[in-house]
């Protein structure tokens, strides 16, 4: 069955009719008919079975046939991590932490930044599609870009790598799913006196490996670590 998103559907409906982008691809693209079945989700948890009654491509309307709803997981996982100065860098990471179950991602503003604006849009549309691909119900949140330092004061007692020499913990030892954002630094790695910041501020240093990693790679591992290892 056709998955199609709009974060306006509500369980308390019985008719809806979709967005404009998301009808254009239903009755234009695909040319679905009326008595056609298609799936609806909202990135809160729900899915919908509904079926095609007006095939129209800018105001689709469909009959929600019935819904099924799925708590959130357990495990709350959010990566605060730099922009790359190449897109498609952090757009692949975006992209493959959504079908893993990402739940948060914000952007960093740091001093060694090489990119220090980011259209989100783009970004907002590669969630959309990662998490049709990958069949979740929830869409994670993607935060502006923020400063780093704005960050840890809002978001205390998280996680943070960096190249500097000192003692560090593992993720599957340090990581609590309720409250611990995990930041990751731009390419130039943060400057000590943010990740002094940080641990002012209760940031516990992480290792990520033996191995330098690029920016994206390095969120992604934090990301998957936090997954299995919470």
């Avoid at 979740?136 to 923020?146: D, E």
């Avoid at 940080?198 to 920016?215: F, Q, V």
Wanted: glycine share 6%; with cysteine; net charge neutral.
């Amino acid at each position: 069955m056709r998955l199609f998103y709009d974060s306006t559907i509500t369980k308390d409906l019985t008719e809806f009719t979709l967005n404009e982008e998301e009808s254009g691809h239903a009755c234009k693209v695909l040319r679905l008919k009326a008595g056609d079945k298609i799936a609806i989700v909202n990135g809160k948890g729900d899915y919908f079975t509904t079926e095609i009654t007006e095939p129209h491509a800018r105001k689709c309307q469909v009959k929600i046939l019935s819904c099924t709803s799925e708590e959130p997981s357990e495990k709350n996982i959010h990566i605060a991590i730099a922009p790359t100065k190449n897109m498609d860098r952090i757009e692949w990471f975006v992209e493959k932490a959504t079908e893993l179950g990402i739940t948060e991602i914000t952007l960093l503003l740091c001093k060694n930044n090489e990119r220090k604006v980011v259209k989100t849009d783009r970004l907002e549309k590669i969630l959309v599609a990662a998490m049709k691909q990958s069949k979740r119900l929830y869409l994670p949140v993607l935060n502006v870009l923020t400063p780093v330092n704005n960050f840890i004061q809002s978001h205390p007692n998280g996680l943070i790598a960096h190249c500097y020499e000192n003692e560090k913990g593992t993720i599957s030892n340090l990581f609590n799913s309720n409250k611990c954002a995990i930041l990751i630094g731009p390419e130039g790695d943060f400057t000590l006196e943010e990740v002094e910041f940080a641990n002012k501020n209760g940031y516990r240093a992480i290792d990520l490996g033996k191995n330098r990693l690029r920016t994206e790679t390095a969120g992604l591992y934090a990301c998957m670590q936090a997954l299995v290892g919470s």
